[in-house]
């Protein structure tokens, strides 16, 4: 088939949106014909077509996303099999959905006059409108359509909003590719600029507000000396947050290291991955650590969409409340003081990544643009 995918940003330093996008093409490639429409292009595979679409309007965003929605229209209206969007734009056969619903997030939780008056504030916000009414033409039911969401909690949220569109909407969870190769734990440490003693935290996020870094700031300032923290990310919030560990008396141990080329080497070097986010879609970095070996502590299924997957105290420690930062450190040092423990989350957690490989994901696709592919005339 000829597929064209779209996502704005085509780089493995994006978020999870992008990697999952980015794995899937990786699997795709050796028996379709790929193209990639993207704005930011950090990607290279074998048989992929890439198409830069121009950035003309960084500042509003919204307005930068109306622009890539109408440019990719023009660009893959015809010729395709499948248009697989990874991002709100009203076109596309197939959508998948890595986010909480725009709906939801607008009028969800509100009732009364606080609903009326959030209904108003939309009506004249341009940004809002646009947003809201991609997702609603996303969700619309059609012939030849399907909408793909990342995990069930996200599903079970979308059916909420859109009840109409279950019959088109499936869950395909994120894959994991497994290490090809391994170094040594010391070897990574001295890689990446680390003391090769002591126990070694790891937080993976390009929102640190958003995934509980300030809990577990706040954990890790009653923990032992010897233990210390990574936090890799691409993010503006660095400042504050490096500001915070000053003030906490623990920059010491605290060691923000920014996007890595090659994030594996932070998954090789520490000893447990910490994941207190407070909202995450299905949250990668989970099943990547595990496929690492390394014991997850995680924030519950109403945070995390991944836990789903989990069962406490055999695939990882869960948080049913990831802001309780003495819960968070007592998690982190039952992990540390019990190999026991350490080890059964780690055969576990492996067992369950061998058991999410982006192969199988790439595979239920397929069946999906099966059902979706229309050759478009040219």
């Known amino acids: ?23 899937l093409v990786e699997q795709l490639a ?31 965003r919204w307005l930068n996303q109306l622009w890539y929605a109408c440019i990719t229209w023009m660009r893959t209206r015809k010729g395709f099999d499948v248009v697989h969007s990874h991002e709100n734009v009203w076109h596309g056969n197939l959508q998948t959905m890595h986010v909480k619903t725009v709906s939801h997030s607008l009028f969800g939780d509100r009732k009364g006059l606080a609903l009326v008056w959030r209904r108003i504030s ?6 809002l409108i646009i947003y809201l009414l991609f997702e609603q033409v996303r969700m619309s039911v059609k012939d030849n359509r399907a909408v793909v969401a ?44 680390m003391q090769k003693d002591g126990s070694l935290l790891l937080f993976i996020a ?19 000396l010897d233990v210390r923290l990574m936090v890799v990310g691409n993010t503006d919030q660095v400042f504050r947050f490096r500001t915070q560990a000053e003030t ?11 996007l890595l080329e090659h994030i594996d080497l932070a998954y090789q070097a520490a000893d447990v991955l910490v994941h207190p986010t407070l909202e995450d879609s299905f949250g990668m970095v989970v099943l990547e650590a595990m496929a690492h070996r390394l014991p997850v502590i995680v ?13 406490n105290r055999v695939h990882a420690l869960l948080l049913e409340d990831p802001e309780n930062v003495s819960t968070l450190e007592k998690s982190i040092l039952c992990i540390l003081d019990s190999t026991k423990l350490s080890n059964r989350l780690r055969d576990n957690g492996f ?14 696709y397929e069946e999906i643009y099966s059902m979706v592919c229309v050759r478009h005339q040219t």
């Open 1 to 23: 088939m000829k597929i064209a995918v779209l996502n704005r940003v085509f780089a493995s330093t994006g978020g999870g949106a992008e990697r999952y996008s980015i794995a």
């Open 30 to 60: 050796a028996r379709h014909e790929i193209h990639v429409f993207a704005q930011e292009i950090g990607h290279q595979w074998p048989h992929v077509r890439y198409h830069r679409v121009s950035l003309l309007f960084k500042r509003p």
């Open 122 to 127: 939309t009506a004249f916000s341009a940004r």
């Open 150 to 193: 990342v995990s069930e909690s996200l599903r079970e949220e979308f059916l909420a909003e859109y009840p109409k569109s279950r019959k088109i909407l499936h869950v395909i969870t994120p894959g994991v590719n497994l290490p090809s190769n391994s170094i040594s734990k010391s070897d990574a440490r001295e890689i990446l600029g």
């Open 206 to 224: 390009n929102d640190f507000a958003r995934k509980g870094l300030n809990a577990l700031l706040l954990a890790l300032r009653d923990i032992p």
């Open 248 to 258: 906490l008396g623990i920059h010491s141990r605290v060691h923000f290291l920014g």
């Open 299 to 311: 924030s519950d299924r109403k945070y995390c969409g991944a836990s789903a997957l989990l069962t």
């Open 351 to 364: 067992r369950l990544a061998q058991e999410h490989s982006w192969r199988a994901a790439a595979m239920a």
